[in-house]
Antibody, heavy 123, light 110 residues
Framework: EVQLVESGGGLVKPGGSLRLSCAASGFTFSSFSMNWVRQAPGKGLEWVSS????????YYADSVKGRFTISRDNAKNSLYLQMNSLRAEDTAVYYC????????????????WGRGTLVTVSS | QSVLTQPPSASGTPGQRVTISCSGS????????VNWYQQLPGTAPKLLIYTNNQRPSGVPDRFSGSKSGTSASLAISGLQSEDEADYYC???????????FGTGTKVTVL
Protein backbone atom coordinates (compact mmCIF):
# COMPACT_ATOMS: atom_id res chain seq x y z
CA GLU A 1 0.00 0.00 0.00
CA VAL A 2 1.31 3.42 -0.96
CA GLN A 3 1.87 5.64 2.06
CA LEU A 4 3.05 9.22 2.23
CA VAL A 5 3.59 10.82 5.63
CA GLU A 6 4.47 14.49 5.94
CA SER A 7 6.20 16.04 8.94
CA GLY A 8 7.97 19.22 9.92
CA GLY A 9 5.11 21.67 9.97
CA GLY A 10 4.54 24.14 12.78
CA LEU A 11 4.46 27.78 13.79
CA VAL A 12 7.20 30.03 12.45
CA LYS A 13 7.70 33.79 12.42
CA PRO A 14 7.70 35.80 9.17
CA GLY A 15 11.11 35.64 7.59
CA GLY A 16 11.85 32.31 9.24
CA SER A 17 12.60 28.91 7.76
CA LEU A 18 11.14 25.45 7.97
CA ARG A 19 11.95 22.10 6.37
CA LEU A 20 9.15 19.70 5.51
CA SER A 21 9.74 16.00 5.02
CA CYS A 22 7.67 13.31 3.35
CA ALA A 23 8.39 9.66 4.12
CA ALA A 24 7.28 7.33 1.34
CA SER A 25 6.62 3.61 1.47
CA GLY A 26 4.80 0.87 -0.42
CA PHE A 27 6.28 1.66 -3.85
CA THR A 28 9.59 2.15 -5.65
CA PHE A 29 10.15 5.77 -4.63
CA SER A 30 13.07 6.30 -7.01
CA SER A 31 10.83 5.67 -10.03
CA PHE A 32 8.17 8.33 -9.53
CA SER A 33 7.87 12.09 -9.84
CA MET A 34 6.80 13.80 -6.63
CA ASN A 35 5.32 17.14 -5.77
CA TRP A 36 4.19 19.47 -3.01
CA VAL A 37 0.74 21.04 -3.06
CA ARG A 38 -0.62 23.45 -0.47
CA GLN A 39 -3.99 24.70 0.65
CA ALA A 40 -4.43 27.89 2.62
CA PRO A 41 -7.25 27.88 5.21
CA GLY A 42 -10.60 27.99 3.42
CA LYS A 43 -8.94 28.30 0.01
CA GLY A 44 -8.33 26.10 -3.02
CA LEU A 45 -5.42 23.89 -3.97
CA GLU A 46 -2.15 25.46 -5.08
CA TRP A 47 0.68 23.51 -6.66
CA VAL A 48 4.03 24.43 -5.08
CA SER A 49 6.81 22.37 -6.65
CA SER A 50 7.62 19.16 -8.53
CA UNK A 51 10.66 16.98 -9.06
CA UNK A 52 11.12 14.09 -11.43
CA UNK A 53 12.43 10.75 -10.22
CA UNK A 54 16.09 11.69 -10.52
CA UNK A 55 15.89 15.37 -9.54
CA UNK A 56 16.87 16.36 -13.08
CA UNK A 57 13.74 18.37 -13.77
CA UNK A 58 12.51 20.60 -10.96
CA TYR A 59 9.78 23.21 -11.16
CA TYR A 60 8.36 25.84 -8.81
CA ALA A 61 5.31 28.03 -8.65
CA ASP A 62 6.16 31.69 -9.14
CA SER A 63 4.85 32.41 -5.63
CA VAL A 64 7.67 30.37 -4.03
CA LYS A 65 10.47 30.58 -6.59
CA GLY A 66 13.73 31.67 -5.00
CA ARG A 67 12.46 30.96 -1.48
CA PHE A 68 11.57 27.25 -1.51
CA THR A 69 13.73 24.30 -2.55
CA ILE A 70 12.43 20.82 -3.30
CA SER A 71 14.75 17.85 -2.97
CA ARG A 72 14.62 14.10 -2.60
CA ASP A 73 16.77 11.32 -1.23
CA ASN A 74 15.94 8.15 -3.12
CA ALA A 75 18.09 6.08 -0.78
CA LYS A 76 15.94 7.21 2.15
CA ASN A 77 12.60 7.18 0.25
CA SER A 78 12.08 10.77 1.28
CA LEU A 79 10.98 14.05 -0.25
CA TYR A 80 11.77 17.45 1.25
CA LEU A 81 10.73 21.06 0.98
CA GLN A 82 13.08 23.68 2.39
CA MET A 83 11.11 26.87 2.96
CA ASN A 84 12.98 30.12 3.58
CA SER A 85 11.89 33.74 3.93
CA LEU A 86 8.43 32.59 4.96
CA ARG A 87 5.51 34.98 4.66
CA ALA A 88 2.05 35.06 6.20
CA GLU A 89 0.61 34.02 2.85
CA ASP A 90 2.58 30.77 3.01
CA THR A 91 0.31 29.63 5.84
CA ALA A 92 -1.32 26.44 4.59
CA VAL A 93 -1.59 22.71 4.84
CA TYR A 94 1.22 21.25 2.75
CA TYR A 95 0.60 17.94 0.99
CA CYS A 96 3.16 15.57 -0.45
CA UNK A 97 1.83 13.77 -3.53
CA UNK A 98 3.07 11.13 -5.94
CA UNK A 99 2.52 10.98 -9.69
CA UNK A 100 -0.19 8.52 -10.64
CA UNK A 101 1.95 6.73 -13.20
CA UNK A 102 5.53 6.64 -14.42
CA UNK A 103 4.47 9.14 -17.07
CA UNK A 104 4.72 11.85 -14.45
CA UNK A 105 2.55 14.50 -12.89
CA UNK A 106 1.96 16.55 -16.04
CA UNK A 107 0.52 13.56 -17.86
CA UNK A 108 -1.28 11.67 -15.13
CA UNK A 109 -1.69 13.96 -12.13
CA UNK A 110 -1.10 12.96 -8.51
CA UNK A 111 -2.81 9.73 -7.58
CA UNK A 112 -1.48 9.39 -4.05
CA TRP A 113 -1.48 12.00 -1.31
CA GLY A 114 -0.35 12.29 2.27
CA ARG A 115 -2.58 13.72 5.00
CA GLY A 116 -0.69 17.00 5.02
CA THR A 117 1.20 19.07 7.56
CA LEU A 118 0.14 22.52 8.71
CA VAL A 119 2.52 25.44 8.39
CA THR A 120 1.53 28.64 10.17
CA VAL A 121 3.53 31.81 9.57
CA SER A 122 2.70 34.39 12.21
CA SER A 123 4.41 36.71 14.64
CA GLN B 1 -5.69 33.91 -9.55
CA SER B 2 -5.96 30.50 -11.21
CA VAL B 3 -5.67 30.15 -14.98
CA LEU B 4 -8.30 27.38 -14.95
CA THR B 5 -11.81 28.64 -14.32
CA GLN B 6 -14.59 26.58 -12.75
CA PRO B 7 -18.07 27.55 -11.55
CA PRO B 8 -17.98 28.12 -7.78
CA SER B 9 -20.91 25.82 -7.12
CA ALA B 10 -23.11 23.12 -8.58
CA SER B 11 -25.96 21.14 -7.11
CA GLY B 12 -28.43 18.37 -7.80
CA THR B 13 -30.80 15.95 -6.17
CA PRO B 14 -29.88 12.32 -5.57
CA GLY B 15 -29.83 10.38 -8.82
CA GLN B 16 -29.40 13.44 -11.02
CA ARG B 17 -26.49 14.16 -13.36
CA VAL B 18 -24.23 17.08 -12.55
CA THR B 19 -21.60 18.53 -14.87
CA ILE B 20 -18.69 20.75 -13.87
CA SER B 21 -16.83 22.79 -16.47
CA CYS B 22 -13.17 23.82 -16.51
CA SER B 23 -12.06 26.55 -18.87
CA GLY B 24 -8.41 27.06 -19.75
CA SER B 25 -6.24 28.11 -22.65
CA UNK B 26 -3.94 26.77 -25.35
CA UNK B 27 -0.98 26.60 -22.98
CA UNK B 28 -2.71 24.25 -20.54
CA UNK B 29 -5.88 22.33 -21.43
CA UNK B 30 -5.40 23.04 -25.12
CA UNK B 31 -2.08 21.19 -25.22
CA UNK B 32 -2.04 19.01 -22.11
CA UNK B 33 -4.12 16.36 -20.41
CA VAL B 34 -6.59 17.21 -17.66
CA ASN B 35 -6.94 15.66 -14.23
CA TRP B 36 -9.78 15.97 -11.75
CA TYR B 37 -9.64 15.78 -7.97
CA GLN B 38 -12.30 15.37 -5.30
CA GLN B 39 -11.78 16.77 -1.81
CA LEU B 40 -14.16 15.76 0.93
CA PRO B 41 -14.36 18.11 3.92
CA GLY B 42 -11.29 17.87 6.14
CA THR B 43 -9.49 15.34 3.99
CA ALA B 44 -6.69 15.24 1.44
CA PRO B 45 -7.58 15.50 -2.26
CA LYS B 46 -8.29 12.31 -4.15
CA LEU B 47 -7.63 11.76 -7.86
CA LEU B 48 -10.88 11.08 -9.70
CA ILE B 49 -9.90 11.32 -13.35
CA TYR B 50 -6.47 11.43 -15.00
CA THR B 51 -5.35 11.90 -18.57
CA ASN B 52 -8.69 13.49 -19.51
CA ASN B 53 -10.94 10.47 -19.04
CA GLN B 54 -9.18 7.67 -17.16
CA ARG B 55 -10.49 6.51 -13.79
CA PRO B 56 -8.04 5.21 -11.17
CA SER B 57 -8.85 1.86 -9.68
CA GLY B 58 -11.70 2.15 -7.18
CA VAL B 59 -13.32 5.26 -8.62
CA PRO B 60 -16.96 4.51 -9.56
CA ASP B 61 -17.90 4.73 -13.22
CA ARG B 62 -20.47 7.37 -12.24
CA PHE B 63 -17.58 9.79 -12.66
CA SER B 64 -16.45 10.61 -16.18
CA GLY B 65 -14.21 13.21 -17.77
CA SER B 66 -13.98 14.76 -21.20
CA LYS B 67 -11.97 17.42 -22.99
CA SER B 68 -12.59 19.55 -26.04
CA GLY B 69 -10.25 22.29 -27.19
CA THR B 70 -9.38 24.48 -24.23
CA SER B 71 -12.16 23.23 -21.97
CA ALA B 72 -12.83 20.11 -19.96
CA SER B 73 -15.77 18.70 -18.05
CA LEU B 74 -16.41 16.34 -15.18
CA ALA B 75 -19.76 14.57 -15.10
CA ILE B 76 -21.24 12.88 -12.07
CA SER B 77 -24.19 10.67 -12.94
CA GLY B 78 -26.49 9.12 -10.37
CA LEU B 79 -25.53 11.76 -7.81
CA GLN B 80 -25.18 10.44 -4.27
CA SER B 81 -24.99 12.19 -0.90
CA GLU B 82 -21.36 11.11 -0.49
CA ASP B 83 -20.48 13.07 -3.64
CA GLU B 84 -20.89 16.31 -1.71
CA ALA B 85 -17.37 17.73 -1.91
CA ASP B 86 -15.09 20.23 -3.62
CA TYR B 87 -13.91 19.33 -7.12
CA TYR B 88 -10.81 20.68 -8.87
CA CYS B 89 -9.57 20.37 -12.41
CA UNK B 90 -5.83 20.59 -13.05
CA UNK B 91 -3.34 20.55 -15.91
CA UNK B 92 0.26 21.37 -16.71
CA UNK B 93 0.76 24.84 -18.15
CA UNK B 94 3.54 25.20 -20.70
CA UNK B 95 3.67 28.99 -20.39
CA UNK B 96 3.97 28.97 -16.61
CA UNK B 97 6.09 25.80 -16.63
CA UNK B 98 4.04 24.50 -13.75
CA UNK B 99 0.97 22.57 -12.71
CA UNK B 100 -2.20 24.60 -12.25
CA PHE B 101 -5.39 23.82 -10.37
CA GLY B 102 -8.81 25.16 -11.20
CA THR B 103 -10.67 27.54 -8.92
CA GLY B 104 -12.71 24.68 -7.50
CA THR B 105 -16.40 23.80 -7.53
CA LYS B 106 -18.42 22.94 -4.46
CA VAL B 107 -21.02 20.29 -5.22
CA THR B 108 -24.09 20.18 -2.99
CA VAL B 109 -26.55 17.31 -2.94
CA LEU B 110 -29.98 18.78 -2.26
Amino acid sequence: EVQLVESGGGLVKPGGSLRLSCAASGFTFSSFSMNWVRQAPGKGLEWVSSTDSGSRSIYYADSVKGRFTISRDNAKNSLYLQMNSLRAEDTAVYYCARATTLAGIAASGSGYWGRGTLVTVSS
Amino acid sequence: QSVLTQPPSASGTPGQRVTISCSGSRSNIGSRTVNWYQQLPGTAPKLLIYTNNQRPSGVPDRFSGSKSGTSASLAISGLQSEDEADYYCAAWDDSLNGYVFGTGTKVTVL
